[in-house]
């Protein structure tokens, strides 16, 4: 069973359901933007930065430019946000590592599944895993996802 946010409740949940999936792309132009998003007077912005840097990212771990890892993150949450109400996801706990990197372009499929639920400290908590995967079908990003109900 798919999960879907207007029909969710701990009881309807089981373990293996999945959660809806996603696919989300950036252009370099969109990460540029991110930076630009968070410039501030009182922080300049490091000229050699793996996002934004070409001649700086191609010697770097990574060999190229990269996305920045909280976007990746928001594109988790917005998968949350199509099972669970935002109250929830509000409390959750959510442990996100980059296994890839992401690149301008690359198509990413956002996908989940119940992996867990049980009763603790009078919450009921249900456990999830999320996965990232490129075009490649490279696993880039995971997540593990403790969401109460």
């Known amino acids: 069973m798919t999960i879907k946010a207007s029909s ?5 949940i089981n373990i293996g359901d999945d959660l809806p999936s996603i696919q989300k792309s950036e252009t370099q132009e969109d990460i540029n933007n991110y930076l630009v998003l ?6 300049e912005i490091p000229s050699m930065n793996l996002h934004i840097d070409e001649e700086f990212a ?3 771990i ?3 430019m990269v996305n920045y890892g909280v976007t990746t ?3 988790m949450v917005e ?8 109250k929830n996801i509000r409390q959750a706990t959510i442990s996100m590592r980059a296994t890839e990197p992401i690149r301008a372009d690359d198509m990413i499929q956002y996908t989940g599944k119940v992996v ?17 995967t490129n075009q490649l079908s ?3 990003a995971t997540a593990k996802v403790t969401i109460p109900l």
């Open 38 to 43: 968070n410039e501030s007077e009182e922080r």
């Open 138 to 140: 490279q696993t880039v």
């Open 73 to 75: 993150c928001g594109f």
């Open 116 to 132: 867990g639920k049980r009763e603790e400290g009078g919450k009921n908590l249900v456990d999830l895993e999320l996965v990232g």
């Open 8 to 12: 969710i409740s701990f009881e309807s």
């Open 79 to 86: 998968l949350l946000q199509l099972a669970f109400p935002l």
């Open 58 to 60: 191609d010697t770097g």
């Open 62 to 64: 990574f060999g190229g």
